[in-house]
């Protein structure tokens, strides 16, 4: 079965820290792997996806298939990273995403 | 730019309430996609539907069901609201082949 670990709730850091939010995946097939961010009183939107391998706001995510990992980092933390994040897993061609409990950020001044 | 809008944006019922939660979308997704968020468990897929009159059962789909006549309205259907369907719920579509989704704003529904 598909599941999708993000074993911190909560996650503090100070304003120009490193920041690095863990996901762990279990899946047998080739994964789709997603971090979508839900900030203040926005929509959940779309930061990121492993295929594009892209950096999006600094952030970026790399696919660790031996540790089945897709954790989020970010070099230098800004206030406006504050959010809930939330790690997800889609099945290879498939409509389904899988979401992970959520993590919600805050950056301290 | 996608806009998908969800009928309200706080929603406050009885139990054994019928409770209708309307979402539409103006992009012509074939995907489209219900949710509720409860703190410390994520998104939980409740139903989604491929297509017009297609659906499918989500994870959660106990106590739920939906509606697709129209290709741009997905509807979810509390037959009789208990107090732990109170929850944030949220509505998603989506392009068939595309992989982002685009969430509604969500709607609260408090069950008392």
């Known amino acids: 079965a598909q599941r999708v670990t993000q074993p911190e709730k909560l996650l503090s850091v100070f304003k120009g820290a490193p920041v690095e939010l863990k996901c762990n995946y279990s899946?047998?097939?080739?994964?789709?792997l997603f971090w979508y961010v839900q900030y203040s009183r926005q929509r959940l939107q779309l930061l990121l996806r492993h295929i594009s391998r892209e950096s999006i706001k600094g952030f970026t995510a790399d696919l660790n298939k031996g540790e089945t990992s897709f954790h989020l980092k970010k070099p230098f933390a800004q206030e406006e990273d504050s959010a809930m994040y939330y790690c997800a897993l889609g099945k290879q061609g498939a409509q389904k995403l899988v979401f992970g409990q959520g993590t919600r950020l805050t950056i301290n001044p | 730019d996608v806009k998908v809008t969800q009928s309200s944006r706080y929603l406050v019922k009885r139990t054994g309430e019928k409770v209708f939660l309307e979402c539409v979308q103006d992009m012509d997704h074939e995907n489209m996609f219900w949710y509720r968020q409860d703190p410390g468990l994520g998104l939980r897929l409740i139903y989604f539907?491929?297509?017009?009159?297609?659906?499918e059962k989500g994870d959660i789909p106990e106590g739920y069901s939906v509606s697709r006549e129209k290709k741009e309205r997905f509807s979810l259907i509390l037959e009789s609201a208990s107090t732990n369907q109170t929850s944030m719920y949220l509505c998603a579509s989506r392009l068939a082949g595309v992989d982002e989704q685009f969430f509604g704003p969500g709607t609260r529904l408090t069950v008392l």
């Open positions: 899946y047998s097939g080739s994964p789709e």
């Open positions: 539907s491929y297509d017009v009159k297609m659906k």
